[in-house]
């Protein structure tokens, strides 16, 4: 399964930006689809994730702002983020994991997202 995951870059602080990630397997249209985040020095954490329901958690940090949606037809997922602040700045990955089987669990290349004060 490969993940390939667009739309990351640079915005001003209180911008916005929306990322995608299109799953090359179908699998992923029955699995959990999320984004992770990883700034320098920090460990990999979860920003949003979705279940094939529609189902939506979000980290604290960025409920109110981020928004997750899916296309299960497509396996693809979008992360709408608002109100951006530089600490939202990082490293993105896409990831796609079985809600039944924790080694199935699947992760894109990472697209940079910048945010300047």
């Known amino acids: 399964v490969q993940l390939q995951a667009s739309g990351g870059g640079l915005a001003q602080a209180g911008g916005s930006l929306t990322l995608s990630c299109t799953s090359s397997?179908?699998?992923?249209?029955?699995?959990?689809m999320g984004w992770y985040r990883q700034a320098p020095g920090q460990q990999r954490e979860l920003v949003a994730e979705?279940?094939?329901?529609?189902?939506?958690n979000y980290a604290a940090s960025v409920k109110g702002r981020f928004s997750i949606s899916r296309v299960n037809a497509r396996a693809e997922i979008y992360l709408q983020m608002n109100s951006l602040k530089p600490e939202d700045t990082g490293v993105y990955y896409c990831?796609?994991?079985?809600?039944?089987?924790?080694?199935?669990?699947?992760w894109g290349q990472g697209t940079q997202v910048t945010v300047s004060s």
């Open positions: 397997n179908d699998i992923s249209r029955l699995n959990i």
């Open positions: 979705v279940t094939r329901g529609g189902t939506t």
């Open positions: 990831n796609s994991r079985s809600p039944f089987n924790s080694r199935v669990n699947y």
